[in-house]
């Protein structure tokens, strides 16, 4: 399966970028790897963890390699304030600016109380030049684990980790201690993700689009109904076409959300020309990014009348629905998501 990163804004997914992460990782890989596994790459249970922090800003990697039994653990953090900082491994592989609480709690799937959880791991120690380095054994996951369902996330703390060792003379560890170690707030984040499924791109390269504006709305179950709505337009083999194309693409919620019924009758045979006539409404016939969306006040659409773009507190309108998600790349075009159905003037 190939791992999608969820980095920056929400939603917003890119690969590993920096060639200086690349090569760390691979002279990770090869002091870690056997000459036997390096032989037999597929052999190797491996996963990754590219830190950033709460800018986006690569800060760190962590690797973790099956061992037998266990599971040897580095981590490489650098750019963050020195002291003794607690690293854990949290249950849900997303990474969402500003507090990264996307990633969910600590990996703990036998629930047990802290600091007994599998994801606790030793603090990590910055110096002064804000640079660490963490290297040890655990046998309390295996890389097949962390990878599975949801996938994880490694997460670097503010604070460092009291693993709810509290004195008895100051009573009880109450519940934030004995969840999170009083760690405080989460400096970086990274997806934990097999690195023989990412795709490393190196500065100056273009993120590879991942297929037509209909494959990439397909595979992502934000967009169902849309899709569903293209097939009943008979609009997929047109957006499947040359383009360039940009399409303000309404979410499920945004469908239903819809007067009662108005979705059910759109999808009927005898309505199709009307349901086109709404779905070409949102497609504008050039690509039209993010950065130059925010500077128009309106664009032509495929369907003939134009939408009107505003901006107001910094959030870009089409019309009267928000644009809460940009630049999702395709290779005819690029998609940009909105909260609201477009509706054509009369």
């Known amino acids: 399966m190939k791992t999608r990163f969820e980095y920056g804004r929400p939603g917003v997914q890119a690969g590993v970028k920096l060639i200086g992460i690349a090569v ?4 990770l890989l090869l002091l870690a790897v056997s000459p036997a596994q390096a032989q037999d790459p597929d052999s ?15 800060v760190g990697l962590g690797l973790f390699m099956q061992e037998g039994e266990h599971v ?3 981590a490489v953090v650098y750019g963050m304030p020195p002291g003794f900082h607690g690293i854990h ?19 703990n ?8 959880h599998a994801g606790d791991f030793p603090n990590l120690l910055l110096l002064d030049g804000g640079v660490g380095f963490l ?6 996951f295996s890389v097949d684990e962390i990878l599975s369902g949801d996938g994880s996330a490694l997460i670097v703390h503010e604070n460092q980790n009291n693993f709810a060792n509290i004195p008895e003379r100051y009573g009880d560890p ?11 707030a989460r400096l970086a984040c990274g997806v934990v993700f097999d690195p023989r499924d990412a795709k ?8 590879p689009a991942d297929g037509t504006i209909v494959e990439v709305a397909s595979a992502d179950d934000r967009f169902s109904t849309l899709v569903t709505a293209l097939q009943a337009a008979d609009l997929v083999e047109t957006l499947e076409g040359e383009g360039p194309f940009t399409v303000f693409a309404p979410t499920n919620d945004a469908f239903e959300a819809l007067p009662e019924g108005t979705l059910d009758d759109l999808l009927l045979p005898e309505n199709q020309q009307q349901l086109a006539d709404i779905l070409l409404y949102h497609v504008v016939p050039e690509e039209v990014l993010a950065a130059d969306v925010a500077q128009l006040q309106s664009a032509d659409t495929v369907l003939g009348p134009p939408v009107q773009i505003r901006v107001e507190n910094d959030q870009v309108f089409i019309n009267d629905a928000e644009v809460i998600l940009t630049d999702i790349k395709a290779s005819n075009g690029v998609i940009h998501v909105i909260d609201a159905v477009l509706i054509p003037p009369d």
């Open 24 to 27: 760390l990782l691979a002279a």
């Open 44 to 58: 190797v249970s491996v996963a990754s963890a590219s830190l950033i922090d709460t800018n986006g800003e690569q």
């Open 72 to 74: 040897f653990v580095q």
């Open 89 to 107: 491994l949290h249950e849900t592989g997303l990474c969402e600016t500003p507090d990264f609480t996307s990633a969910g709690p600590h990996y």
């Open 109 to 116: 799937p036998d629930d047990v109380q802290h600091p007994d």
């Open 135 to 140: 290297s040890f054994h655990t046998d309390r």
């Open 174 to 184: 109450d519940e934030e201690t004995l969840s999170a170690g009083d760690s405080g």
């Open 200 to 207: 490393i791109i190196l500065p100056g390269q273009e993120e």
